[in-house]
């Protein structure tokens, strides 16, 4: 890692911490890969509150000259085939005047550390079929489609979205 360059493990009490948290976030949701579409004023407000609510999320932060320039959400999870936590890498995201840089390979550095400081029997994440370039770094550091028998194939990602029930969602 260059001197220029670090990760840190968010403190989302400290304000720079959680202001780079939703800015990060924001824009990665803006991005094609993250939607297309501000966070909501909803998330806007709570997010932070919320996050600090659950003992099992992780926040990680890239910072480049001392600027907001990626991040990497993770949830804890358990596997009942293992036995063992797992980490579950739920955002991901570097802006684009930083990609090339190396920040996303220290970024998943950082991930696997925390997950071996937990114990994780493995990490996930899911990514767009579209997004190529972060599919080939994946792949390249060791990530690797889910499949318990090649016979029946790899899992498939899918979701369920629920009615908004709290006021100010959409």
């Known amino acids: 890692m260059t001197e ?4 840190t493990s968010a403190d989302l009490g400290k304000p720079a911490h959680a202001e ?3 800015s990060l976030l924001d824009a990665y949701a803006r991005d094609p890969m993250g939607g297309g579409g501000a966070l909501s ?3 806007r ?3 932070i509150d919320r996050l600090r609510e659950r003992p099992g999320v992780h926040v990680l932060l890239a910072f480049v000259d001392d ?9 804890e999870g358990f596997s009942t085939f293992a036995c063992r936590p797992l980490l579950n890498i739920h955002d991901f ?8 840089q190396g920040v996303a390979r220290d970024l998943l550095a950082a991930v696997e550390e925390k997950a071996r400081t937990l114990s994780c029997c493995k990490i996930t994440l899911e990514v767009l079929e579209g997004n190529t370039p972060a599919r080939q770094l994946y792949q ?20 369920k979205k629920l009615a908004a029930t709290l006021e100010g969602e959409r």
């Open 4 to 7: 220029n360059r670090r990760i």
């Open 20 to 22: 780079a948290t939703l």
């Open 41 to 43: 004023d909803y998330a």
């Open 45 to 47: 407000r709570h997010l």
């Open 67 to 75: 600027l907001p320039a990626g991040l990497a959400i993770c949830m």
């Open 93 to 100: 995201a570097v802006l684009p005047q930083f990609r090339g």
């Open 140 to 159: 390249a550091i060791g990530f690797e489609g889910y499949e318990l028998n090649p016979a029946l194939g790899k899992a498939v990602f899918l979701q």
